[in-house]
């Protein structure tokens, strides 16, 4: 892209340059030298295979508004990203893949590879939603925080992390296509969730801030599931609740 052009001819090792993602790239490979240290290869296709920077420091990648698609691992250690208000789809399908974070969010997160498996590496922070379309995310004993949407067609394994809803707007929708997670919070001052099938907690459940709306789904909880609320859980009042013990101290239940 032109916004990328850096003129012909490697930059000099002494410049600072900040290349900014506004639309969606597509290209068949690109080297950034970042000043100072090593070379950064993304891989190939239309689309950057591999990003990794390992060793590189003070490097920082804008997201912007585009999409940043990645057919294999993603690894910002040491790297600042800018979240923009764009997307990034992982869209391997083979397994083995993995995402560190290394401190830094996205906005918008999707997994849309047939056949693909990634594995998270440590804490996943989500401005916007998270959507597993096609494939297999693993979650292991990493935390994940969602600021909007969580929308599941493929597979997600929750395992022994905790899942944190902490958007401030109305109309955020979950879809969990059978998940089993472990610990759910829900924890956005003005937040509101609804469900759109059953909701499974092996964990705990705590609504600190926010309103979740179950809307006639099941809320399958485990026999020792602690429910804490100082929010608000709403339902119809048909719906199928499965180990439930009120939270009879604070919050609200309509």
Do not use: H
């Amino acid at each position: 892209p032109a916004a990328w052009d850096s003129g012909g001819g490697s930059q000099s090792m002494s410049t600072w340059y900040t290349f900014s993602l506004e639309n969606a790239v597509s290209t068949t490979k690109v080297k950034i030298t970042v000043p100072g240290l090593a070379n950064w290869w993304p891989g190939e296709l239309a689309e950057w295979q591999t990003i990794t920077a390992g060793a590189v420091g003070n490097a920082t990648v804008n997201a912007g508004t585009g999409t940043l698609t990645v057919g294999g691992d993603l690894d910002l250690t040491n790297i600042t990203r800018a979240a923009g208000t764009g997307t990034v789809v992982m869209n391997a399908t083979d397994t083995g893949n993995e995402l560190t974070m290394d401190s830094q969010s996205f906005n918008n997160l999707t997994f849309n590879g047939s056949g693909g498996e990634w594995t998270l590496q440590d804490t996943l922070d989500l401005r916007g939603n998270l959507a597993v379309t096609d494939g297999t995310f693993i979650m292991g004993a990493n935390n994940v925080a969602i600021g909007g949407n969580l929308t599941v067609t493929g597979t997600l394994t929750a395992s022994s992390a905790a899942v944190t809803f902490d958007a401030t707007d109305a109309d955020n929708t979950i879809t969990t296509n059978s998940t089993a997670f472990n610990d759910v919070v829900f924890n956005g001052a003005g937040g509101t969730w609804t469900l759109q099938d059953a909701l499974d907690i092996d964990g705990d459940l705590t609504i600190t801030n926010g309103t979740l709306d179950i809307a006639g789904y099941d809320l399958a909880l485990a026999a020792t599931t602690t429910f804490s609320n100082a929010g608000t859980l709403q339902m119809e009042g048909t719906e199928p609740l499965t180990n439930f013990t009120n939270d009879t101290y604070s919050g609200v239940m309509v």
